[in-house]
């Protein structure tokens, strides 16, 4: 089995999308071995909870709090995933960037997440800054993408998918956001499929399996 952890801090519909995808066959071989959640209230620990995965709380500001660096809180949930015998890690709406004392330990092994196209809008709010960005007439369409982390760069790195998303003249903010989260639910299980299902997979044909 391809063991993987998801990375979440909020709502955790992406978190959904993979459980689903994973129960449903649509990623054959891979189990999600441990959600970790940096926020307590996040929706998806509920969720995680809900389709039998364990659960990490782990918070950043005790550490702050106790004086202690962000680089031994990376080391130590590095750490945790590599006690859950992860292999994948998957920041999935993950509020909390990773400095080399994690990403070293899972070289070329982080996926990350964004509501926009490459170097599109990197950091937060990214939906709601293209949406005004496209009512200013600064763009036409913006999109989604699924990318490696491989430094401390935001929203940055080698791209596994991508995807154009339309922004139409009647769109709400609201509408392009279930527009955008519908392509990312899809997209990044593609992805998965790719990262960690392509090459091992001999039952399941090709990989339509995974992009339907
Ligand atoms: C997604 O739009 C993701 O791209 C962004 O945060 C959102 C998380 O949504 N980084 P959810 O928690 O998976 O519902």
Redesign the pocket.
Known sequence: MVRIAVL?S??????EAILEAVETGRLPGVTVAVVVSNRAEAY?IKRAIRHGVPVVYFPLAPYTKAGRSRREYDAQLAAILQAFDVEWVVQ??WMHVFSSAFLDRFPSRVVN???ALPGQFPGTHAIERAYQAYRQGEITHTGVMVHLVPDEAVDAGPVVAQEVVPIFPEDTLEELEARI?AV?HRLLVQALYELCCASCDQTAGTSEVAAT
């Open positions: 979440i909020g709502f955790g519909s992406n978190l998806g999935a709406g997440l964004h509501p989260h990312e």
